[in-house]
């Protein structure tokens, strides 16, 4: 039984909380959040304890692991601390903001042997993961384009999040940067990004963009466009296609129910897509989850690195410096 302390139980910490505690081999004891209401609500769900006290949960008995939840701002701090706790790690993406931050908080978790995984939850959505494994198989022979459609439904969310989250490009293309690097099996080496202001005021008000296509080379020759937007009218729209000589394989959206209807307003309508991403990945959540419990239990390192979380930032950060200068960027790892 793998006992875990929540910090941060806000939209992604609340749910991950409920999945952990059908788990049958874990259970949550302790929600930490400094917003009590938010930690007693989901600590009364799941059966745990309810603190606004980091200090309490990284000391209990109680707790074997963690799982990061908090502002992307505190994620360093929140790893830190945990690490120095001796506690086994799952951290939502991205790490930071700022990849300075990043580097300094490599550096200082060099003092603790600690085990973190990176919340790139997209990896284990059995569709995607369907795309990478034909690719790994070389079913299409070698990999030639790799397209990534990435799309919130709107509206935006609200002021506040979007105030601390980073912008388009390291909130939320840096999931897409992840995918490209899991499918591709390689780094990009240079990165070019166009993108606009096409969605809300609001966006362009905090100095973002709401909307951006990004095209990408690795060193084998082959091919990355990733396209981003803020808002779909039609649901939150998923898709990763992989392209070669052999073929295509491709993930497609998924929806509430397969069932088509035939009638006077239309032929083969369907569902609407399902609405966000605590719905579309609930499978990919899950399975997140399972494979830290596994690799924790079977003394195993993570399979989603820390350093998985530095490349698709240092990815991000160049897409975002590509289309502040309108050039092409390359990219350096080291
Ligand atoms: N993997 C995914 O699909 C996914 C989806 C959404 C969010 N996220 C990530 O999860 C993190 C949280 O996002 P969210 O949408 O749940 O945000 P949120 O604002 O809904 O929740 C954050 C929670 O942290 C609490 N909090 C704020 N400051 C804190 C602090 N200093 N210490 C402890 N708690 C604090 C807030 O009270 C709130 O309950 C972000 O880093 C975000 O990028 C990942």
Redesign the pocket.
Known sequence: MLRFGI???????DMHARIIAMQPDAAVTWC????EE?ARRTGEAVGAKATTD?DALLGADDVDAVLI????N??VEMILRSAEAGKPILC???IDVDIERVEECREKLKAFNAFIQL?F?RRFDPSHAGVKDGVANGEIGDLEMLVITSRDPGPPPPRA?LED?GGLFR?TTI?DMDMARFVMGEDPIEVFAMAANRVDPVFAELGDVDTAMIVMRTPSGALCHINNSRRTNYGYDQRVEAFGEGGMIRSNNHRPSEVTRYGAKGTATRDELMYF?IER?RAAYEAEIRDFIGQIAAGKPPNVTFEDGRRALILSEAALKSYQTNQPVKVDYT
Do not use: Q
């Not at 930490?32 to 917003?35: A, K």
């Not at 939840?69 to 992307?72: D, F």
């Open positions: 910090i941060g139980t806000g939209r992604i910490g930490f959040d400094v917003f938010n980091l939840a908090t502002p992307t505190t994620h939502e993406k991205p919340g939850n999040i989250c909130d999931h991403f990945y």
